[in-house]
C-alpha cells in the first residue's frame, strides 16, 4: 500500500492534548449510556462509539484507546491549550499525515458513490456526500457528542460530523491487538467513515422490529465494516493495495470479532458482530466495490448476517 500519491485532506484539526480530568467519570458514563442505549433517536448514540465498539466492545473493561486531532490546509492548529498533537514526535506527525491521506481517499471514494447513486436505500432522499472532519487528539476531547478521553478510542460523533482518533492508537493496534499493518489502520478510519455514510443515508432509521439494541448494533457496526470495504475496493489502484494488505485488514477484523475478544462469551453480549461476520462483511465490500451490497438491514432474519 502506498499514500505519497495521495493528497492529504484539510478536513482536519490538530487539537493537541487535553486534560483527561474534565472528562472522567462523566465521559465514560454518557459513552456507556450510549452504548446501552443503542441507536435511534437515541439509536444514533451507538456511532458514537465508533471503534469503541470497533474494538473494544465489552463495557470498555479494557479500555485503552485514543482519538487524533488536526490542523486544516496543511498546518497544524491547536485548541484548548495543549499544544499540537501532530508535532509531539516523529511518529505522530507520520501517523497523523497518514490519517489525513486515509481520509482523503475515503472522500474521493465517498464522493463518487453519492453522486452515482450507488448505496442502499432507506427511502431518505440523499444528497451530494459531505465530508466529515477528522479530529486527531492527546489524552481527552470536548465534542458534540460530550467530552471524552482517549480510552474510549476513535470514535465517530454524529452530532458535530466529526472523526475522532488519537494516533497512540495504532501503536495500540499491534502491541495488544496483534493487528498490525497500514492498512489494518486505514481500515480503522474508513470503518469511522462508513458510520458517517450510515448517518448521511439515514440507514439506523428502520430498526427491525423485535429485535435487542445489541443485535441492533451488529447490523449497524457489520454495515460499516462493509462500507470500508467498498472503500478499500475502490482505492486500489490509486493506493497500491494488494492481497497483503488485504490480509492485514481481514485478520484485523477478526481480532476484533465480539467472540475472540471475549473468548466465546455470551452471544447475547455481542455487539459487534463475531469474527467471522467482520472478515465476511468487510470482504463483501472489497470484493463487490458495490455499497448496495452493504445493506445488513435488508437481511430479516438477524442469525442470517
Not at 480530568?21 to 449510556?33: E, I
Not at 458517517?196 to 447490523?219: C, F, W, Y
Amino acid at each position: 500500500m502506498r499514500i505519497d500519491n495521495q493528497r492529504p485532506s484539510d478536513n482536519f484539526e490538530d487539537r493537541g492534548s487535553g486534560s483527561a480530568g474534565g472528562g472522567g467519570v462523566g465521559a465514560m458514563a454518557l459513552f456507556g449510556l450510549f452504548r446501552l442505549l443503542g441507536f435511534r433517536g437515541v439509536l444514533i448514540a451507538i456511532v458514537v462509539l465508533g471503534a469503541v465498539y470497533l474494538f473494544n466492545p465489552f463495557h470498555l473493561r479494557d479500555a485503552i484507546f485514543g482519538s487524533l486531532v488536526g490542523g486544516t490546509a496543511g498546518q497544524s492548529q491547536s485548541a484548548g491549550g495543549g499544544g499540537s498533537t501532530c508535532a509531539s514526535s516523529q511518529e505522530a506527525g507520520q501517523a497523523c499525515d497518514f490519517s489525513r491521506r486515509i481520509l482523503a481517499s475515503t472522500e474521493d471514494v465517498w464522493a463518487q458513490q453519492f453522486r452515482d447513486g450507488r448505496l442502499p436505500n432507506y427511502g431518505q432522499q440523499v444528497g451530494a456526500y459531505s465530508d466529515p472532519r477528522l479530529v486527531i487528539y492527546s489524552n481527552a476531547v470536548e465534542t458534540g457528542c460530550g467530552a471524552a478521553s482517549s480510552q474510549v478510542g476513535p470514535f465517530y460523533c454524529p452530532q458535530d460530523q466529526q472523526l475522532y482518533i488519537d494516533p497512540s492508537f495504532y501503536q495500540l493496534m499491534a502491541q495488544r491487538l496483534q493487528a498490525p499493518g497500514d492498512f489494518a489502520q486505514a481500515y480503522v478510519i474508513a470503518h469511522e467513515v462508513g458510520h458517517h455514510v450510515q448517518k448521511l443515508i439515514g440507514a439506523m432509521d428502520h430498526p427491525i422490529q423485535g429485535e435487542s439494541q445489541n443485535e441492533t448494533s451488529v447490523r449497524t457496526e457489520l454495515q460499516a465494516d462493509c462500507f470500508a470495504g467498498v472503500w478499500g475496493h475502490t482505492a486500489q489502484a490509486t493506493l497500491s493495495i494488494d492481497d497483503a494488505d488485504l490480509r492485514e485488514a481481514l485478520n484485523a477484523a477478526h481480532q476484533i470479532g465480539d467472540d475472540t475478544l471475549s473468548h466465546g462469551g455470551d452471544p447475547r453480549e455481542y455487539t459487534h458482530g463475531t469474527s467471522d461476520q467482520r472478515m465476511r462483511w468487510f470482504r463483501r465490500g472489497f470484493d463487490s466495490g458495490d455499497a448496495r451490497q452493504c445493506d445488513t438491514w435488508g437481511v430479516q432474519d438477524y442469525n442470517q448476517l
